[in-house]
T-cell receptor
Framework: GAGVSQSPSNKVTEKGKDVELRCDPISGHTALYWYRQSLGQGLEFLIY????????KSGLPSDRFSAERTGGSVSTLTIQRTQQEDSAVYLC????????????FGPGTRLTVL | GENVEQHPSTLSVQEGDSAVIKCTYS??????FPWYKQELGKRPQLIID?????DKRQGQRVTVLLNKTVKHLSLQIAATQPGDSAVYFCAERGDDKIIFGKGTRLHILP
């Protein structure tokens, strides 16, 4: 079956604009994760969903970031009033559940804020 | 604060030799430790993992060791090949968070 997909693959935006990033997890996977990876850096964990619920939102970098998941499937990560430091690759992953070992990553969305 | 220290940040190894990457984690309650490989321009992929009730796990050419007493993890890649060139990340998973190390860039020299 299909893997994790993300859209758009690339997004260039102007500082101050809002952006919405989308993640389609593997069908049946109840856990969904968002990460940020800046150029040459490691993976920064942002948030995870178990079903439609996010138990801990403290990993989001600021209150300009929000995420939601509806129907236990697609998730959107929204960044309001984008700043240049938001430029990064945003990766989504899914797994069968939080306790499941293997996370499957999507191809990422490369966000560039001018 | 919570963090995972990973070193070295860069490692060059002659093809055929072993490579060892080490991590120190902070949360004694963490119960799962995956290792990911990320080739240039590609997404991370799980290569091996270990749970807190184990102290060693072996794959085909990879071995992971876990010392819970001192919160140390290590990954050994034996008989390295050119395709092993990538960035490797360790991570710890606790109740509601996953924390990654900053990665080790492994170069396999011909």
């Amino acid at each position: 079956g299909a893997g994790v997909s993300q859209s758009p693959s690339n997004k260039v935006t102007e500082k101050g604009k809002d952006v919405e990033l989308r993640c389609d997890p593997i069908s049946g996977h109840t856990a969904l994760y968002w990460y940020r990876q800046s150029l040459g850096q490691g993976l920064e964990f942002l948030i995870y969903f178990q079903g439609n619920s996010a138990p801990d939102k403290s990993g989001l970098p600021s209150d300009r970031f929000s995420a939601e998941r509806t129907g236990g499937s697609v998730s959107t990560l929204t960044i309001q009033r984008t700043q240049q430091e938001d430029s990064a690759v945003y990766l989504c992953a899914s797994s069968e559940g939080w306790s499941a070992d293997t996370q499957y990553f999507g191809p990422g969305t490369r966000l560039t804020v001018l | 604060g919570e963090n995972v220290e990973q070193h070295p940040s860069t490692l060059s190894v002659q093809e055929g030799d072993s490579a060892v990457i080490k991590c120190t984690y902070s949360d004694s309650a963490s119960n799962y430790f995956p290792w990911y490989k990320q080739e240039l321009g590609k997404r991370p992929q799980l290569i091996i993992d270990i749970r807190s009730n184990m102290d060693k796990r072996q794959g085909q050419r990879v071995t992971v060791l876990l010392n819970k007493t001192v919160k140390h993890l290590s990954l050994q890649i034996a008989a390295t090949q050119p395709g092993d060139s990538a960035v490797y990340f360790c991570a710890e998973r606790g109740d509601d968070k996953i924390i990654f190390g900053k990665g080790t860039r492994l170069h396999i020299l011909p």
